[in-house]
């Protein structure tokens, strides 16, 4: 049905509203809108016939509220409800004349858009409803440090949604939610709130259709998410798109999710008591599926390509171009999640298994399941067996140094050593002034990726961190002695005085203000530089002061470490002897046994098995790198291995960095002959090409760009 004049004028202006809004107020809120296109794809998926009542309570300008309304009007059908939430009063304005437009034109018998938070009890105790037929959001993706104090911060959105829970559930079914809002980390962003919210207000038997970036599957903190689609809704698609995708400014890939709310009666059953889980749909869209107007309209080229496009997806008849369709096992997805949150206490809650674990409980013997991603890197026929974790194997991941503020921490080598001296050129911060510093207070760290080439040819990294654990100013020398006897009783030396050159830079750095806006914010008042500091109070404590960074630890000083965004396939390097300081831009791996030396895990790591399971469980992002962080890599199943297995793996390893060429053929046929028991040594050879090839092909794909494709 053709829009009327006042529907299209709106519609028209959308795009230039966005357009008009800060960008400190779109970054700060999250005020990326989906598009009328996307809309449309999303909405065709999930508003069956029956939906009458539609609701977006991260609203927006009102895309999504339209292409729902859209398709109903589509379908000869007319929508009762089109509400919305939306915090922001000059958006919520926009979309609230959208709506009006949108019932003047007969798409909708009635619509509310409420200006405010989604998570204020009293705003959702206005919408007087028990739930809605379809509730279709884009949440905003705000990272925890954004959240404001006014309703916004990290503890206003639980409090709110634990008292949404308590007025809208009861009985088992509120213990279960309220567990969930109780256990979701307090670093996730403001999407995962956002994602139980719009959960809770569909009507069970309804829908909810999100769009997300595509790490609610591998950030720790969105697994109570997944959790909760496995728990209280049926999945029915998810729809990922490819490189160049759909959002051009995003820096992570997008996931259309589509789901059914289960009844109470259906999901108060525990998720491992259930016998099976159903199948659901993963559908990839690439770039060649678009054409005009319609993100899938080369592939569906009649005059309704969405509604097209949604028949076929739930009639799975033959292929078209530009999508890829594939079964997803909702089985293996939660033999995935279940190995990830075992430990969890919101879990174990949830799936009563009670408050207490012992301290080796079976859940160290079950098998170790294999990655989805990863075994589609695998031929067919392939069966891997005795795996393990790699935190089962005594293998460690984190990230390595975050000084806080680099600015300050971070200096360039500028000269020779002179003596016990050196000069160092601090960060443009400082106008890159020239400092005289004792070789002692610095220590060398792998900054970048760019510098990894150099590091590996031998040259060390010209960065240094300015580590002054042992030296204080001369007005902080009262203080350490005054704790004379602390020092002597936890048997370490004082502190030096820093020779006159150096104290100066530091007090100037004191009175240094990083942002412009925040004159009085001196870098000592950085949040992560302020807890530095401890004054002893009960005499057992030494000082510590904001310019000493806490002790450098295993995760700083790794054996191997890989940047955490990879421009190809992903790849480790490995640390000199002794170890050099790796900058939080990479995630570190080391070992708590001696069995696993550097050269061990190197080898292990640079295996083409290890490498397909990185490129798998890692997160694809808008410009095509691979975003690899430390969960990512926990992800990765390793064969079990003995001690004699990690000796000759050691040896492969110190052969690989000497540069034979054979070594990493070696490595490849061993990984895999350890995880593909029973194959002879030509058929782990043809997999090792097969895993390559797959591989290669991966990397090719999400870094295909528009004139690629």
């Not at 379809?134 to 959240?147: A, E, F, M």
């Not at 009666?265 to 159903?278: C, G, K, N």
């Not at 004159?519 to 950085?526: G, Q, T």
Request: hydrophobic share 45%; with cysteine; glycine share 8%.
């Amino acid at each position: 049905m053709p829009a009327t004049d006042a529907v299209g004028a709106i519609r028209s202006s959308a795009r230039s509203f966005e357009e008009s809004l800060p960008p400190a107020q779109r970054k700060r809120l999250g005020q990326f809108f989906t598009g009328l296109p996307l809309g449309a794809l999303l909405a065709h998926l999930a508003l069956n016939s029956g939906a009458r009542t539609v609701i977006d309570p991260m609203a927006g300008h009102g895309d999504l509220l339209d292409a729902a309304a859209l398709t109903a009007q589509a379908r000869g059908a007319r929508l009762s409800r089109l509400d919305g939430i939306e915090l922001d009063s000059e958006t919520a304005a926009f979309c609230g004349r959208r709506m009006a437009a949108l019932q003047a034109d007969e798409a909708a018998e009635s619509s509310h858009i409420l200006t405010g938070s989604a998570f204020d009890p009293a705003a959702i105790a206005t919408l007087d409803t028990p739930g809605y037929d379809l509730v279709i959001t884009n949440p905003p993706y705000v990272r925890y440090q954004s959240q404001n104090g006014n309703g916004a911060g990290v503890g206003d959105v639980r409090r709110g949604l634990s008292a949404i829970v308590d007025a809208r559930m009861i009985g088992g079914e509120r213990a279960l939610w309220q567990a969930l809002v109780d256990g979701y980390s307090g670093l996730a962003d403001l999407s995962v709130p956002a994602w139980l919210l719009s959960a809770l207000l569909t009507r069970p038997g309804g829908r909810l259709a999100l769009v997300v970036p595509a790490t609610w599957r591998s950030r720790d903190y969105a697994d109570v998410v997944r959790y909760l689609l496995l728990r209280a809704f049926r999945l029915e698609y998810i729809v990922a798109d490819t490189q160049p995708g759909w959002f051009s400014d995003a820096l992570v890939r997008t996931h259309l999710v589509i789901t059914r709310r289960l009844s109470w009666d259906e999901a108060q059953e525990p998720v491992s008591a259930r016998s099976s889980l159903p199948i659901a749909t993963w559908l990839q869209v690439g770039p060649a599926a678009a054409g005009g107007e319609s993100l899938v309209g080369g592939a569906f080229p009649g005059s309704e390509p969405e509604r097209d496009f949604a028949a076929w997806a739930g009639a799975a008849n033959g292929d078209v171009p530009g999508i890829e369709r594939r079964p997803f096992a909702l089985d293996e997805e939660w033999r995935t999640l279940e190995q990830r949150l075992e430990r969890k206490g919101w879990f174990q809650k949830a799936e009563n298994r009670g408050h207490a674990l012992p301290l080796f409980f079976a859940g160290d013997v079950r098998p170790t399941v294999v990655p989805e991603g990863l075994r589609d890197m695998l031929p067919p026929g392939a069966a891997p067996a005795h795996l393990q974790t790699i935190e089962q194997a005594g293998i460690r991941v984190s990230q390595g140094l975050r000084s806080g503020c680099n600015r300050f921490f971070y200096m360039t080598m500028a000269g020779d050593e002179e003596g016990e001296t050196v000069t160092v050129e601090a960060s443009d911060s400082f106008q890159n002034m020239q400092v005289r510093v004792p070789v002692a207070a610095l220590r060398p760290v792998l900054h970048r990726q760019a510098d990894m080439q150099a590091f590996a040819d031998g040259r060390g990294p010209a960065t240094r961190v300015l580590d002054l654990s042992d030296w204080v100013l001369p007005e902080d020398q009262r203080l350490v002695a005054e704790a004379a006897e602390a020092y002597r009783k936890r048997r370490v030396s004082a502190p030096r005085v820093m020779p006159p050159e150096l104290a100066s830079f530091v007090r100037l750095a004191a009175r240094t203000a990083l942002d412009l806006k925040k004159p009085a914010r001196f870098i000592p008042d950085l949040s992560a530089v302020r807890t530095n500091v401890r004054r002893p109070s009960n005499g057992r404590d030494v000082p510590r002061f904001w310019y000493m960074l806490p002790a450098f630890t295993a995760r700083h000083l790794p054996s191997i470490f890989t940047p955490r965004i990879n421009h190809g396939t992903p790849a480790v390097a490995l640390n000199t002897q002794p170890p050099v300081l790796i900058d939080a831009n990479f995630s570190t791996l080391w070992a708590d046994e001696k069995r696993w030396t550097a050269h061990a895990l190197y080898a292990l790591f640079h295996s083409s098995w290890c490498r397909a399971a990185m490129e798998a469980a890692g997160t694809p992002l808008g410009g095509g790198a691979l975003k690899l962080e430390a969960t990512h890599i926990r992800q990765v199943p390793i064969p079990a291995l003995s001690h004699g297995d990690c000796e000759r793996l050691s040896a492969l390893g110190q052969q690989l960095a000497a540069g034979v060429p054979s070594a990493r053929h070696q490595i490849d046929v061993f990984i895999l002959a350890a995880s593909l028991p029973g194959m002879n040594e030509n058929d782990l050879k043809k997999v090792a090409r097969h895993i390559d090839s797959r591989l290669e092909a991966a990397c090719a794909a999400r870094q295909r760009t528009v004139h690629d494709s």
